[in-house]
């Protein structure tokens, strides 16, 4: 498979991506209208020599893609730089068998980025590591807080209905919580990666 | 509720990650669950989670978890499972 003009070409805007989804697209255009752009972070995405193109791999299913996708699309709108097209990962298993997490996960949002030519020069996967980390140690921290939650490994159907309840109300709201900061960490490793670009 | 003639025993926990798109596998176990077993189960209950969970639990027992057997269960090793408890 190659990638190329008329390969791109097979992938929709992210509007038209948006009037598609059968779900969460109202959750998904909140995140959108929250993210925050650093105006440094904007104008190293401005500083591009050339636009890039960018294949993003999607499903309107996936909590990764509505939180993550919106990032891309405003840094792309704001600064006139990324051309991005959004592929269904269900529709491009193509797609799916080469840009695999860690070679054996079909991890989704998949951000990959390519120069004029249709060289690859950048692949963003899921989320940044960062954000898995903080994460793990914040619902470490959960289940520590209150000894009804039991063992962070065990699973959550053996809870009571309203301590599970509770546990999965306390993981949302951790999650929220972190969200400024886990869109600032997307933004900065794009920008990154679009750095990198440069350099090469 | 009891079924006359049948050993209303085993109750089915399905707890699945609402955000990574695994409803399909959900509902298929579900179906082969009950296209099994018909009336002699006392509940299929799906669990809506986070963080890639995929686990089936039978009366309590884990039989199938993707955190720690890898992957989702083949039904009809879960169909096994419950049968061996009815």
């Given at each position: 498979?190659?990638?190329?003009?008329?390969?791109?070409?097979?992938?929709?805007?992210?509007?038209?991506?948006?009037?598609?989804?059968?779900?969460?697209?109202?959750?998904?255009?909140?995140?959108?209208?929250?993210?925050?752009?650093?105006?440094?972070?904007?104008?190293?995405?401005?500083?591009l020599?050339?636009?890039?193109?960018?294949v993003?791999?999607?499903?309107?299913?996936?909590?990764?893609?509505?939180?993550?996708?919106p990032?891309?699309?405003?840094?792309?709108?704001?600064?006139?730089?990324?051309?991005?097209?959004?592929?269904?990962?269900?529709?491009?298993?193509?797609?799916?068998?080469?840009?695999m997490?860690?070679?054996?996960?079909?991890?989704?949002?998949?951000?990959?980025?390519?120069?004029?030519?249709?060289?690859?020069?950048?692949?963003?996967?899921?989320?940044?590591?960062?954000?898995?980390?903080?994460?793990a140690?914040?619902?470490?921290?959960?289940?520590?807080?209150?000894?009804?939650?039991?063992?962070?490994?065990?699973?959550?159907?053996?809870?009571?209905?309203e301590?599970?309840?509770?546990?999965?109300?306390?993981?949302?709201?951790?999650?929220?919580?972190?969200?400024?900061?886990?869109?600032?960490?997307?933004?900065?490793?794009?920008?990154?990666?679009a750095?990198?670009?440069?350099?090469? | 509720?009891?079924?006359?003639?049948?050993?209303?025993?085993?109750?089915?926990?399905?707890?699945?990650?609402?955000?990574?798109?695994?409803?399909?596998?959900?509902?298929?176990?579900?179906?082969?669950?009950?296209?099994?077993?018909?009336?002699?189960?006392?509940?299929?209950?799906?669990?809506?989670?986070?963080?890639?969970?995929?686990?089936?639990?039978?009366?309590?027992?884990?039989?199938?978890?993707?955190?720690?057997?890898?992957?989702?269960?083949?039904?009809?090793?879960?169909?096994?499972?419950?049968?061996?408890?009815?």
């Open positions: 498979m190659r990638i190329d003009a008329a390969y791109f070409a097979q992938g929709v805007t992210y509007e038209a991506f948006k009037a598609s989804m059968t779900r969460n697209r109202e959750e998904l255009e909140e995140n959108e209208r929250a993210v925050t752009l650093d105006p440094a972070d904007l104008a190293a995405f401005r500083a020599p050339r636009p890039l193109h960018v993003a791999v999607a499903e309107d299913w996936c909590g990764d893609v509505v939180a993550n996708l990032v891309l699309a405003r840094l792309a709108a704001a600064s006139g730089n990324l051309d991005v097209r959004v592929f269904e990962r269900s529709k491009h298993p193509e797609l799916v068998a080469r840009y997490k860690e070679g054996k996960f079909e991890s989704i949002p998949v951000f990959v980025f390519f120069d004029e030519a249709f060289r690859e020069v950048g692949v963003w996967i899921e989320r940044p590591a960062s954000v898995t980390a903080r994460r140690e914040r619902r470490l921290a959960i289940y520590a807080s209150d000894p009804a939650f039991g063992s962070p490994d065990a699973p959550p159907a053996d809870l009571p209905d301590v599970r309840e509770r546990l999965l109300a306390a993981l949302v709201q951790m999650r929220a919580e972190l969200k400024p900061w886990a869109e600032r960490e997307v933004t900065r490793e794009l920008r990154e990666l750095q990198r670009t440069v350099a090469a | 509720m009891r079924v006359r003639g049948a050993c209303v025993s085993a109750k089915v926990r399905i707890t699945y990650c609402a955000e990574c798109g695994y409803e399909p596998q959900t509902l298929a176990l579900a179906s082969a669950l009950m296209t099994a077993f018909g009336g002699r189960l006392s509940a299929i209950e799906l669990v809506p989670w986070l963080d890639g969970t995929f686990d089936v639990s039978v009366n309590g027992d884990l039989v199938h978890s993707m955190a720690r057997d890898g992957g989702f269960p083949d039904a009809a090793a879960v169909v096994a499972a419950v049968r061996a408890r009815l």
